[in-house]
């Protein structure tokens, strides 16, 4: 592994087991998986198709709980809190991008990416302006006042990109945020989420099945059989 500081350590996970039981066999998805992501810096975890990388992220994002182990966010174990403690982690210290934009239908590109901000407590006129900087991140400037329906899978992949950094998070969990597009537009979201990344100074971790998004992270992991192992890359990118 690589030598970290532990005073610029964001994610600290430790022996995080988690099983399935299906009928009477028990499927073993994560096997005591350790290890440590620096504040501000970007990882990829790959992996075959029921390999448990979602199961992975959702323990570190809070939607799923693993039976034993420790996740520590920003110095807060989250796999101690309560239910209501991990809606408040998740609503005001995760940003959260899936494989499908789940953009709401009868709002505007700029209204989805305002209005998490806007329901945490933030004034409207703030919001917006916010929500229009992001936007103008992921090159949709002129699209802001465009519905979901009005925009490519491409464009609407890139508004969930703005979406998840509008509440300013600690960290950016993406799940196969280019799964459902072409290989064109996928770097191009790709680019535009690790560039957003940097930008704003916050922590990515992409679970991904595609090898030219995976490789643009600082660090790389490879989930395997329940088993999480580092992949060597060349240079430094973090």
């Known amino acids: 592994m690589n030598e970290i500081s532990e005073k610029n350590i964001l994610v600290s996970v430790r022996n995080i087991v988690k099983d399935y039981k299906s009928g009477a066999e028990i499927l073993h998805i994560l096997k005591g998986i350790t290890f440590d992501i620096p504040e501000g810096s970007s990882a990829a975890v790959s ?8 199961t ?3 323990i570190l994002g809070g939607l799923d709980r693993s039976d034993s182990g420790s996740v520590e966010v920003g110095g807060v174990e989250i796999t101690g809190l309560s239910e209501s403690g991990l809606s408040s982690y998740r609503s005001r210290k995760v940003g959260f991008i899936f494989q499908f934009h789940y953009l709401l239908k ?39 006042h465009h519905f979901p329906s009005q925009l490519s899978g491409g464009e609407r992949q890139r508004v969930a990109v703005a979406r998840a950094m509008v509440n300013n998070p600690d ?46 992270a600082g660090l790389r992991y490879t989930l395997e059989a329940g088993i999480l192992r580092e992949t060597k890359i060349s240079g430094d990118r973090r």
Do not use: C
Request: no cysteine.
């Open 47 to 54: 992996g075959q198709s029921g390999s448990g990388k979602s």
């Open 56 to 58: 992975l992220l959702n």
């Open 106 to 144: 009868d709002f505007t590109a700029l209204e989805n990416v305002m209005l998490p901000a806007y329901m945490a407590g933030m004034r409207k006129k703030d919001a917006l302006e916010r929500a229009r900087v992001l936007l103008g991140d992921v090159k949709m400037n002129d699209r802001i």
């Open 171 to 216: 960290i950016i969990l993406a799940d196969e945020p280019t799964g459902n597009l072409d290989p064109v537009n996928s770097l191009v979201v790709a680019e535009l989420l690790y560039a957003g990344a940097e930008k704003w100074g916050k922590t990515l971790i992409v679970v991904t099945h595609e090898e030219q998004v995976a490789e643009r």
